[in-house]
């Protein structure tokens, strides 16, 4: 089932997706009506209080990153580690002000030296989750969706935190729709800019499942209905530059597509 956000007469609506249009969720008095797609704007999928990224969940990726750092890029160290270890998580907040979804435009900014896509899985929360198990994780998934950690790459390098570099406005992108079902194992997950395939990996890849993330998380803090988690990228990242469309497609979840514009002045 797949469910997501719409705009419909400058009110937000709850929808499922149906084969002639969305149908309103909820008890209000426009539940169950069906609007075609044509007459609503289609929004993010969730509204998030919190959006939070995962970084080093892919072993390929911390080895792309140390290859670029050695050919003398300004990048992120990846952790040092064996091919046995897995590395500690870096986890890190996007603000909810960054979000935009499926056809939403991403915007370059005009101080901005290095912008990068960085397709990912993401989940979101169903209900409040403190403490959790992973086991209990399960209980706690709303839906998966495609997501875009955008980056400048050059601004991560220089700061100490990283909250400039993955939350500028459109870096956070998410859509179309949520999917109920969780993704398997094998489902692929893939970044083309203008078409070109480069991005890809499987879930399996992944050094912590979303399970074992949503209870890491929970341990510190209440994550609420809503919220959103980046699951972490494949390997394959590079820039993006005003002009190119970035799709982020994975295999039972969806498929995600946007333009790059540059800031105007």
Not at 2 to 24: H, T
Not at 103 to 124: F, M, N, Q, S
Not at 151 to 162: M, N, S, Y
């Amino acid at each position: 089932m797949k469910i997501g956000r719409i705009l419909l007469d400058g009110e937000a609506f709850e929808v499922s997706v149906v084969c002639n249009g969305y149908q309103i969720l909820g008890t209000g008095e426009r539940a169950g009506t069906v609007v075609s797609d044509q007459d609503a704007v289609l929004l993010p999928p969730v509204a998030p209080g919190k959006i939070l990224g995962v970084g080093w969940n892919f072993r390929e990726h911390m080895k792309e990153m140390e290859v670029r750092r050695a050919g003398g890029e300004a990048v992120v160290p990846a952790p040092v580690q064996t091919a046995e270890e897995v590395p500690p998580p870096i986890l890190f907040f996007k603000p909810p002000s960054s979000l935009i979804g499926h056809r939403d435009a991403i915007v370059y900014p005009k101080d901005a030296t290095r912008v990068e896509y960085e397709g990912e899985l993401a989940v979101a929360i169903a209900r409040d989750t403190r403490r959790v198990t992973p086991e209990e994780a399960k209980h706690a998934v709303l839906g998966w969706t495609c997501a875009n950690d955008v980056t400048e790459r050059d601004l991560q390098a220089q700061d100490k935190q990283w909250w400039r570099a993955k939350g500028m406005e459109t870096f956070a992108v998410a859509g179309p729709f949520l999917e109920t079902e969780a993704p398997g194992p094998d489902a692929w997950i893939r970044t083309r800019v203008n078409g070109v395939t480069r991005q890809q990996g499987q879930v399996r890849d992944m050094f912590r499942d979303a399970y074992e993330i949503i209870s890491l998380v929970s341990q510190s803090m209440t994550l609420q209905r809503g919220d959103l988690i980046m699951l972490g990228t494949p390997p394959g990242v590079g820039e993006l530059k005003p002009g190119d469309e970035v799709e982020v497609e994975i295999e039972g979840v969806g498929y995600l597509s946007n333009p790059v514009v540059a800031e105007a002045e």
